[in-house]
């Protein structure tokens, strides 16, 4: 197989793009990877994946050595090479806070569309507003030779950090918004080798082909809708913390509906990382441009609810070590927190916009001796907040604490013994931010535990 497949690249090497090119080089195609960062290359083209994933290094390592799979810098290798080229580059929030930053889309786009020399297909799946991929086709009109007649489409992605290798290997659909026959035709090519692999395992993968703002639009709404669910879910919370009931057991009772579904509906301390918190805000800003605002105003709302789940461990905090809350927030002087948890979500190294490194900052702001562990984000960790300590192991920053605080359900926090550690703090007292412990364990071993 593979002679009749067309020759992909992915441009941007980033997070998305890595795990594309790797994923698309396991299933057989043969492909390049883009990126403009020649140390991140020479990475990637050493057999190391710049990034936590797991599963991913194997896979890079494998397809290092098949062949199948190179790494580059240059725009005219890659145009050279490609019969369809995926734009996987960053479009992360603007510095307005709203909208997306297009400019590594237009680089990319520009950069690559300068060097073609034969008709090819340019992909867009980077999370970005509608109406971009009509501004990619003016970008390539400008920069590519006419009598080319390249093609634009997009098809958004939908994978996961933690499983992003199942998630490209066998997604739940796929997703393309294409103007022409040889578009579609390419397409089906680009992921024959996906609907392959589901029919030897006995799935269909479901392909919904459309327009170009529905395929935009399809990306933003799942991920809208998502965020609304977390939301929703923490708004009971609230609710079930003012009446004295128990969000866990109402998420479970709701969710044997399948019309509601139990997937999504931990109560905790809410959604950060990359792509939720800034996906709501440009599709918000977006709105706005298009006349449609009033559309997604509940969004605005979604994002309070979120940011409340902050404050709320903070306050609870406090609480927790009996001390005042002024207008500036609470004081801490003197207190010592261990922060167990510093990525967004467990099995990631990733700290973007992450919720347990935004406590654990206003945790030091207030003045706490705070001390955070994580199993996997710490370099990342100090690199985005430098202010607080770091301690190499659980035991460490659990040691001489007064109150210990569980912000990301990391396995090893979930499966911690509360004896052992009861053992070695100053003071039995833990948050449960996540709602990821056996309250009556703790409780049993003598904390005192207050959950979300
Ligand atoms: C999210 C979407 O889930 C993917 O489908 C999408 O492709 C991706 O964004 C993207 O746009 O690229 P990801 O950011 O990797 O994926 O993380 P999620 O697993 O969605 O988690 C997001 C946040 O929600 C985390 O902070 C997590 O702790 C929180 N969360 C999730 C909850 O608080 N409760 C839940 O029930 C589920």
Known sequence: SGAHRPRLTFLGTGYLGATYAICFAELGYEVIGFDVDEAKIAKLAGGEVPFHEAGLDELLRKNLASGRLRFSTDYAEVAEFGDVHFICVGTPQRADGMGADLRYVEAAVSGLARHLTRKALIVGKSTVPVGTAEWVEQLVAKHAPSELGVEVAWSPEFLQEGHAVEDVLRPNRIVVG????????MLDAAHEGVVTLAATEDREVPVVVTDFATAELVKVAANAFLATKISFINAMAEVCEAAGGDVTNLARAIGYDPRIGNRFLRAGLGFGG???????RAFQARAQELGAGEALRFLHEVDLINQRRRSRVVRLAADMLDRGYGPAG???????????GATFKPDSDDVRDSPALAVAATLGKAGADVRVYDPQGIDNARRALPDVTYEATMADAVRGADLVCVLTEWAEFRTADPAALGELVSGRRVIDGRNCLEAAEWIRAGWQYRGM
């Open 178 to 185: 294409v103007r022409s026959e040889w578009a579609a035709a």
């Open 274 to 280: 990359g792509c939720l918190p800034k996906d709501i």
């Open 330 to 340: 609470p004081e801490l002087a003197g207190a010592r927190v261990a922060v167990l």
